[in-house]
């Protein structure tokens, strides 16, 4: 656990793992979340952001990183997205925030992944994002949802 | 009425209880409650997954008895555009609808021609700057209801114009009220149906407040008729054929973006397939996407249950007298209809039927109780405490609907947890 979490008025907590180079099972947290969201009966809008947000979460640890969590916070007005990877981190996050920068290799490109779109639409989808890395050692990221 | 009327139905006497429809139903409709299959009204998109898989043939359709037809003054025939591959080639679609009239029709009219006039606005409203991109077709009503249930946040996209079915119908009553007087309750409008969502559709419409056509006619139930009555090279009524080729394409999947000035379409059957592109599709990653057609049904609406074809066949068919008729040409579209009379009247809303509770607290109690719950239960997706899946039951047990003790393989499932546990230590 690299960020602080705060426990108070936590209604749910899930966590999901997500394996690097797996391209098949990405999307599933971000399916899973989208489902119970839907259930607790929060707004469509909403449940779209973060279904976008988690499922660039998903890829971008299955594609850079050695492997890594996803936590989802539900709270009585937010919803708190936690991820963390170990792996090479990110030199510079200014750069890694721009839309169209990424280090994603070519392989992976031809698979659509890797467009360099995956943190700028984070950050557009949540209403606070906040990124730290140390560079070989992990990414972290905390993104919160008011409901 | 209820305020959730389906065509799909289903019959007691032929339930076993089986397991087979549970798994099959994309909105997790179904639960097999003492022995027999029930339909959770407010979920069922009548797609038609069930009754292809039934193998008792337990559920059936409402459909309308062609002697619904003589309350009518003026009878009329709209039938579905797959009709178009229902017969052999040696008969021509003329032959066809010369012997539709034959069963008491006054009039028969072209449901492809409608389409043709829905190409024409399909591809003004895609030109556009402010329309929200991909479009979505409303042609599979059961694709329409999947939307509001399961992605609500994609209803925005969802196009307004009404179905070729609805257009035809609007364009006959108008024609038939100015042009030969009659009046609109004179004038009695049925559909010859491929499918049971079409059917709804017509009961309970989408965007509308109410359909224009006066009934749905299942294919099926008129079919053994039409042979007896059809004749080769008939013409003792007025000719029907009136649409080029890309309206009668729009009896099978692809067909209603062949018509469109653009590539960028996306055309998918199967209501399994359908679901993983609108996943897709909802996470925005689908942007290089204009227009989007999905069908309930493998082929698109050839493959209508309520069709007596094999859907492959009739599609096999439909391509080929697509491609023997004229091309589209908007500037023959004939209409006596303006842009309004083509769209929805009432707004499209998100069915939130999935909701656990109003309140959001209680809601969020629920789902903890919910997936507490779920992480006790065997998770094999068996089916035999009769909900689909174990969450399924999860949720039904959270809701009031289910019990735990529902779940049959609980003892045995913890004695083998428990021996595999004890081999680990």
Request: contains cysteine.
């Amino acid at each position: 656990m690299i960020l602080a979490r705060d426990n108070n008025d936590v209604a749910m907590m899930k966590d999901f793992e997500v394996t690097t180079d797996d391209f098949s099972s990405a999307g599933i947290a971000s399916s899973k979340i989208k489902k119970i969201l839907r259930q607790i009966g929060i707004d469509s809008g909403v449940i779209r952001r973060i279904a976008i947000a988690t499922y660039e979460a998903e890829i971008n640890v299955a594609i850079h990183s050695y492997g890594g969590k996803i936590e989802v916070y539900i709270k009585s007005d937010r919803v708190e997205i936690f991820v963390e990877d170990t792996g090479p981190g990110i030199a510079d996050l200014d750069l890694a925030m721009q839309k169209g920068y990424s280090t994603a290799s070519k392989e992976i490109r031809e698979l659509g992944f890797g467009a360099g779109m995956g943190l700028p639409n984070m950050e557009k989808c949540s209403d606070d994002f906040h990124i730290e890395s140390e560079v070989e050692k992990y990414t972290a990221i905390k993104m919160t949802f008011n409901l | 009425m209820d305020k959730y009327w389906h065509s799909v139905v289903l019959d007691n006497d032929y339930c076993n209880g089986c397991t087979n429809c549970l798994s099959r139903c994309p909105t997790q409709a179904i639960r097999v409650i003492d022995g027999k299959a029930k339909i959770m009204k407010e979920r069922c998109i009548d797609c038609g997954e069930c009754l292809k898989i039934c193998h008792f043939h337990a559920k059936g359709t409402l459909s309308d008895n062609l002697e619904k037809i003589k309350n009518y003054k003026y009878k009329v025939a709209l039938p579905c555009i797959s009709m178009y591959g229902q017969f052999s080639a040696e008969y021509d679609i003329e032959d066809v609808f010369q012997a539709i009239y034959k069963l008491g029709f006054d009039l028969v009219y072209d449901t492809a021609y409608a389409a043709d006039i829905l190409t024409k606005y399909q591809n003004e409203l895609l030109r556009e700057p402010t329309i929200e991109k991909p479009v979505i077709s409303t042609y599979c009503p059961a694709i329409t209801r999947l939307i509001q249930i399961r992605y609500p946040s994609l209803i925005d996209n969802i196009t307004r114009l009404e179905s070729p079915m609805e257009i035809a119908a609007r364009q006959i009553k108008k024609r038939l009220m100015t042009e030969n007087g009659f009046a609109f309750e004179d004038i009695g409008i049925f559909y010859i149906a491929q499918c049971p969502a079409k059917i709804t559709s017509i009961i309970q419409p989408l965007g509308l407040e109410k359909s224009y056509i006066d009934g749905g006619i299942s294919l099926e139930s008129i079919y053994p008729r039409l042979i007896k009555l059809i004749e080769k090279g008939e013409r003792s009524h007025p000719e029907v054929q009136k649409a080029s080729g890309n309206g009668v394409g729009w009896g099978m999947v692809g067909g209603q973006s062949f018509g469109l000035d653009t590539e960028k379409y996306l055309a998918v059957d199967g209501i399994e397939e359908v679901i993983r592109v609108l996943d897709k599709m909802e996470l925005g990653k689908l942007p290089e996407i204009d227009f989007f057609e999905g069908y309930a049904c493998v082929t698109g609406c050839s493959g209508g249950v309520l069709n007596v074809e094999n859907p492959f066949m009739a599609k096999a068919r439909i391509r080929m007298k697509s491609s023997n008729l004229k091309d589209y040409n908007p500037d023959d579209i004939e209409s006596n209809l303006t842009r309004e009379d083509l769209e929805w009247d009432v707004e499209m809303e998100a069915r939130t039927i999935l909701k656990l509770d109003k309140d959001f607290k209680v809601a969020l109690e629920k789902m903890s109780r919910l997936e507490e719950i779920a992480q006790k239960l065997p998770g094999i997706d068996c089916g035999a405490c009769g909900a689909p899946t174990c969450r399924a039951l999860a949720e039904d047990i959270v809701m009031n609907r289910a019990q735990f003790s529902d779940c049959l393989l609980l003892g045995r499932y913890n004695r083998r947890r428990r021996k595999r546990d004890d081999n680990e230590n």
